[in-house]
């Protein structure tokens, strides 16, 4: 079992920028990791996804903007969103499912744990 909780939610101005962080409890070398985010009324959709390889798939929403980045380490995942616009305002959710090694990055795996979320307001 694997509990991630997120932090680094926050309100902010458009073009303002956030880091949000994904502490894991165990181990995340063997997983596929994601961020998440759905806003009231939307389904929720992917963002960004990073394999096992930390290579990175992005939204076409985010590109460009949003870079993913794990840190083995430390059992730590991190989206960093710079560029902000009120489109971005949801809950964000890092997710996590194990994975091979070779196993692509995908925003639309099916993934294992959840974190509980963190809100994300942007202003116009």
């Known amino acids: 079992q694997v509990r991630l909780v997120e932090s680094g939610g926050d309100s902010v101005q458009a073009g303002g920028s956030l880091r949000l962080s994904c502490a894991a409890s165990?181990?995340?070398?063997?997983?596929?990791m994601g961020w998440f985010r759905q806003a009231p009324g939307k389904v929720r959709e992917g963002v960004a996804a990073?394999?096992?390889?930390?290579?990175?798939v992005y939204a076409d929403s985010v590109k460009g903007r949003f870079t993913i980045s794990r840190d083995v380490a430390n059992n730590t995942l991190y989206l960093q969103m710079n560029g902000l616009n009120p489109g971005d305002t949801a809950t964000y959710y890092c997710?996590?499912?194990?994975?091979?090694?070779?196993?692509?990055?995908?925003?639309?795996?099916?993934?294992?744990?959840w974190g509980q979320g963190v809100q994300v307001t942007v202003s116009s």
């Open positions: 997710a996590a499912g194990v994975c091979s090694l070779v196993a692509p990055s995908s925003l639309f795996r099916q993934y294992d744990y």
């Open positions: 165990g181990d995340i070398g063997s997983a596929c």
């Open positions: 990073i394999n096992r390889l930390a290579r990175p």
